[in-house]
Each structure stands twice: as C-alpha cells, then as structure tokens.
C-alpha cells in the first residue's frame, strides 16, 4: 500500500463547478497534512495547509482533514480554467519537521 | 523575498561529466531540501539540510553529492550520472524544520532545474 494515495484522474469539471479531490494516507501518526497545485513543467505551489481535523477555507479552497478515516480533500468552489493542473497531496512523515511524502497527484481539467 | 532561486534552469550532460545545480534563498529559513521529480511522478525527497548539518541521506547514489555552504545556499553537485538520473531537481526551504505543525514552517520550493542526461 502507498503511503499516500491519490486518484490519479484526469478529473474534468465544467467552469464554475466545484471540483473535489481526494487523498488517504496510511501512517497514523502523521499530523500536517499539505495541497500543492503544479502547473506542467513548474514546481509545486502550496495551496493550502491543514493540520486539524474539520474544514479549513481559504478564498476558493477549502481543506478537509478526517484523521480518524486518514483521509484528506480538497474542494475548489467556482472551478476556473486556470485551475487546470495536477494538485498533490503531501503528508508530513516527520513530526518534528517537514519531511514531505507525496501522493502521485490528481491531474484536474477545467473546461470553458 | 520569498524566492527560491535555483540554476541553472536546464542543463544537459553526459554521463562523464561532472556539473552542479545550485538553490539560493534569503528568508533566513535553515531547513533546506533536494526533491527529485521524474516526469508525471510525484517529488521525491533526496536530501535535508538542517542549520547547514546534512540531516538525512535518504538513501541516495553518491554520485550525487549535497553540500551547503552557508544558511542560504545548497548545491548538488553531479557526477557519473546515468540516463535515469534525468529528472527535474527541485530545490525547497523551510523556516526550521524542528518546528513542528506551523502554518508558517512551510516548504517553498524552487522553480527547480531540469537536468537531461545523455
């Protein structure tokens, strides 16, 4: 099993939808828990951080986290074709520290 | 500045040659990191650097040798690469990695540098 798994999609939403993206994670005792959104050939841009179970929102984004159910998500409100991209989850296996295991990305496409 | 500088931006090389990539960031963070990325994988983590000590190796060739100079700059440098070594290099900061659960001890990665080996 992969430490952090994500459904490697494409998912297509239409513009103005919401988008939802999921990530489960297998070691329990991690507790930061991470979005980057990276654009082909561009490194990862953090989108959202979270690190308590419950919903955290910020602009369009809003950040799930169920530790109980080890599982993170992502929704994008008011999907724009600009947020076309591949959103990685990242997990911190290091928890005095910042050593990043990713999932393998969702690839997201937005169309007009 | 809240920037990641890292260069060169491509760099080709064959499998004798010795070259370096180097990352550069003046946020005063002292947790600095090599990610690898190989084309539609997810990044890797090569390399941490905490306070300018090497903190974990994980498990990397020597043929790639990390080394910081100084709380602002890393570099890897390469040599006796192969082919499969051709990946995007990913250079990342963070404020101390000792810190845990901060919303501001996050990694802010560098627009990385693509390296081709031939």
């Known amino acids: 099993q992969k430490e952090v798994e994500q459904n490697s999609g494409p998912l297509s939403v239409p513009e103005g939808a919401i988008a939802s993206l999921n990530c489960t994670y297998s070691?329990?005792?991690?507790?930061?828990f991470f979005w980057y959104r990276q654009y082909s050939g561009k490194s990862p841009e953090l989108i959202m951080s979270?690190?308590?179970?419950g919903d955290k929102e910020d602009g369009r984004f809003t950040a799930q986290l169920n530790k109980a159910s080890q599982y993170v998500s992502l929704l994008i409100r008011d999907s724009q074709p600009s947020d076309s991209a591949t959103y990685l989850c990242?997990?911190?296996?290091?928890?005095?520290?910042?050593?990043?295991?990713f999932g393998g990305g969702t690839r997201l496409m937005v169309k007009p | 500045d809240t920037e990641v500088t890292q260069t060169p931006k491509h760099l080709v090389m064959g499998m004798t040659n010795k070259k370096s990539l180097k990352c550069e960031q003046h946020?005063?963070?002292?947790?600095m990191y090599w990610y690898k990325q190989k084309a539609k994988k997810p990044p890797e983590l090569m390399f941490v650097?905490?306070?300018?000590?090497?903190?974990i190796n994980e498990s990397v060739p020597s043929r790639f040798s990390p080394e910081c100079p100084n709380s602002s700059l890393l570099n890897l440098h390469l040599h006796a690469l192969q082919p499969e070594d051709s990946a995007l290099y990913l250079c990342?900061?963070?404020?101390?990695?000792?810190?845990?659960?901060?919303?501001?001890?996050?990694?802010?990665f560098g627009a990385g540098s693509r390296l081709t080996v031939l």
């Open positions: 990342a900061s963070s404020q101390d990695r000792r810190v845990p659960y901060s919303g501001a001890n996050v990694l802010t």
């Open positions: 070691d329990r005792v991690s507790q930061s």
């Open positions: 979270i690190y308590s179970n």
């Open positions: 990242a997990v911190n296996r290091d928890n005095a520290g910042n050593m990043l295991t």
């Open positions: 946020m005063g963070h002292r947790a």
């Open positions: 650097y905490s306070y300018e000590k090497l903190s």
